[in-house]
């Protein structure tokens, strides 16, 4: 993957246009058949870690291969970020771990929080489903290991979940919609 990596960061640096383009694979899963998959995207690293932040949850080139391992697409990911509502504090890693525990979070996993032990890694996201929302805030995104669906298909692979926590100190959200977990 770090080679096709290189060699479309080359190929279409063009297009990719970035002052210090990032390599970041993602996505990694196996289908039913366990076979591998991931995705190839590029953000720039060339601002302070602020803007990099952004960049990397925004500001994408993604390439993406066929079934048949051949390049099918590539999405060039720019929202207008131009309306900005403020700049707010946020809460430590640890708060939003505390609020996680306590079931203050937001999933898709149709499952119930398999507890604490299950967390695996954190970190610090905009959830931005471009044709959804019109307003990005920061969340710490949990991934936390689904213990109904190990081993599902039998070839001894684990699951994950992804919890979302707002990142932004609660006393400067009001009349947050809860995400009801669908994409309609």
Known sequence: MLTAAEYFKSEYSSLINFKKPQINITRGDYNIYNQQSYSIEFFDGSGDLVQDI??????????????????????????DLSEKIG?????????ATQLLASGNFITTVPYKF???????????????????????????????????????????????????????????????????????
């Open 114 to 184: 398999p507890g604490m032990e299950y967390v695996k890694k954190v970190e610090l996201v905009y959830r931005s489903t471009y044709w959804l929302d019109n307003t990005y805030m920061p969340y710490y995104k949990f991934y936390v290991e689904l213990p109904e669906l190990e081993n599902r298909f039998g070839y001894g692979l684990k699951n994950y979940g992804a919890y979302y926590v707002p990142a932004v100190e609660s006393e400067y959200i009001s009349n947050m919609p809860v995400w009801d977990g669908s994409f309609n």
């Open 87 to 95: 700049d707010y504090p946020i809460i430590t890693t640890d708060e």
């Open 54 to 79: 952004i960049n990397y949850n925004f500001n994408q080139v993604a390439f993406y291969c066929d079934d048949d391992g051949n390049m099918d697409m590539i999405r060039v990911f720019s929202p």
